[in-house]
T-cell receptor
Framework: AQTVTQSQPEMSVQEAETVTLSCTYD???????LFWYKQPPSRQMILVIR??????QNATENRFSVNFQKAAKSFSLKISDSQLGDAAMYFC???????????????FGKGTKLTVNP | SQTIHQWPATLVQPVGSPLSLECTVE??????LYWYRQAAGRGLQLLFY??????ISSEVPQNLSASRPQDRQFILSSKKLLLSDSGFYLC??????????????FGEGSRLTVL
């Protein structure tokens, strides 16, 4: 079974600086999806960024980017120019490829709590 | 556009009482539907998922059950709540078909406290 590990229960960053959140995963599949979700104090999970394993190029979304190392099974999230609104729990998630007639479940890590200091 | 709603947002129930959490999706058809539970320090645990009406798969043995009486409605239930059922419950949906992007879209969550 696939597993996702986030080794940093908590991280902190100064406003306007850069922080990197770590994520590793274990799978025997060659094609899959990886995600970073953000959960602010309001508790609704919001998708931050998505990476397809077959794509070598690292995904970016404005101030958010990933470092996807497929051989190392590593998927870290970099937040540049951190803002107070970035403070939240961040979850890394793995999903098997979509298959006809199936339901592919997301496997989540335990999360990293990010604090942004003014 | 697609939206997902779940309710109630907050619920306080005594041990042994029944439970019903409801989730509905709008703006899409035949979605995959999921119930997750989030306990402090333990991430998200998948409880149930459904690929169609009356097609429910359970991930963990527990005191809870799920039903999908309509295409876009997913209900989480219990006949008798336990203290250990307390937590934050999240409903989610995803698209079906080989062309989907793969992510889940989450509802606002329901905070259940069992006393």
């Amino acid at each position: 079974a696939q597993t996702v590990t986030q080794s940093q229960p908590e991280m902190s960053v100064q406003e306007a600086e850069t922080v990197t959140l770590s994520c590793t995963y274990d799978t025997s599949e060659s094609d899959y999806y990886l995600f970073w979700y953000k959960q602010p104090p309001s508790r609704q999970m919001i998708l931050v960024i998505r990476q397809e394993a077959y794509k070598q190029q690292n995904a970016t979304e404005n101030r958010f980017s990933v470092n996807f190392q497929k051989a190392a099974k590593s998927f870290s999230l970099k937040i540049s120019d951190s803002q107070l609104g970035d403070a939240a729990m961040y979850f890394c998630a793995y999903r098997s490829p979509v298959r006809r007639g199936g339901s592919e479940k997301l496997v989540f890590g335990k999360g990293t709590k990010l604090t942004v200091n003014p | 556009s697609q939206t997902i709603h779940q309710w109630p947002a907050t619920l306080v129930q005594p041990v042994g009482s029944p439970l019903s959490l409801e989730c509905t999706v709008e703006g899409t058809s035949n979605p995959n539907l999921y119930w997750y539970r989030q306990a402090a320090g333990r991430g998200l645990q998948l409880l149930f998922y459904s690929i169609g009406i009356d097609q429910i798969s359970s991930e963990v043995p527990q005191n809870l059950s799920a039903s999908r009486p309509q295409d876009r409605q997913f209900i989480l239930s219990s006949k008798k709540l336990l203290l250990s059922d307390s937590g934050f419950y999240l409903c989610a949906w995803s698209g079906t078909g080989l062309s989907t992007s793969g992510e889940l879209f989450f509802g606002e969550g329901s905070r259940l406290t069992v006393l």
